[in-house]
């Protein structure tokens, strides 16, 4: 099963990011997690430019296409996500990447609790399955855990864990025929 991890911040010591990268090597037999580390380089959304479907905007809708769900983590900046995440997410409100994809919405921080909000909302109105169980909030910010200390910490990686095995089962309950 392939998750498909996109962390809003650009930061390279983004706690959001070290998040996901901590579920990466967390991640139980059978789940792969792959970081998409692109974000920078998609183009700022333009509808005048939508249809010549840049390369960096194609690149990230295969990788979405492709992923079994969806691991996003976005820090909050006033009070919403980061405009890098608002422009991933707007170029792919014109496609059907998002229609019915099990996603996990992480965060970083507990009191980021307007870009959660924010986040919830975009990815639901583009028709995202958001896996409650498997939506966590991890109080990393603050800590000065590393990638390595958040994997060793006990507490949080049986959270980060417990999540990526909430998102595998609504993956698999998806894939059940309807009666």
């Not at 010591?13 to 998609?42: C, E, F, K, Q, T």
């Not at 992480?106 to 009191?111: D, I, T, V, Y």
Request: with cysteine.
């Amino acid at each position: 099963m392939k998750f498909l991890a996109i962390s809003g911040s650009l930061r390279a010591g983004s706690h959001n990011s070290a998040l996901l990268r901590a579920m990466a090597r967390l991640a139980p037999a059978g789940i792969s997690v792959a970081l998409y580390s692109g974000l920078g380089d998609l183009p700022l959304f333009n509808p005048d430019i939508e249809a010549s479907d840049p390369a960096a905007v194609a690149d990230l809708r295969a990788r979405i296409v492709a992923a079994d769900a969806l691991l996003i983590a976005s820090p909050e900046y006033a009070h919403g996500i980061t405009g890098a995440m608002k422009n991933a997410l707007d170029w792919m409100v014109g496609c059907e990447a998002f229609v019915l994809k099990p996603v996990a919405l992480l965060n970083a921080s507990p009191r980021a609790v307007h870009a959660q909000a924010s986040l919830k909302e975009i990815v639901t109105m583009m028709s995202a399955q958001v896996v409650e169980p498997a939506s966590v909030t991890v109080p990393i910010l603050g800590s000065h855990l590393s990638e390595d200390q958040i994997v060793c910490h006990p507490g949080i990686s049986a959270t980060l864990c417990g999540a990526l095995l909430a998102l595998r089962a609504a993956v698999l309950a998806a894939r059940l025929p309807s009666e």
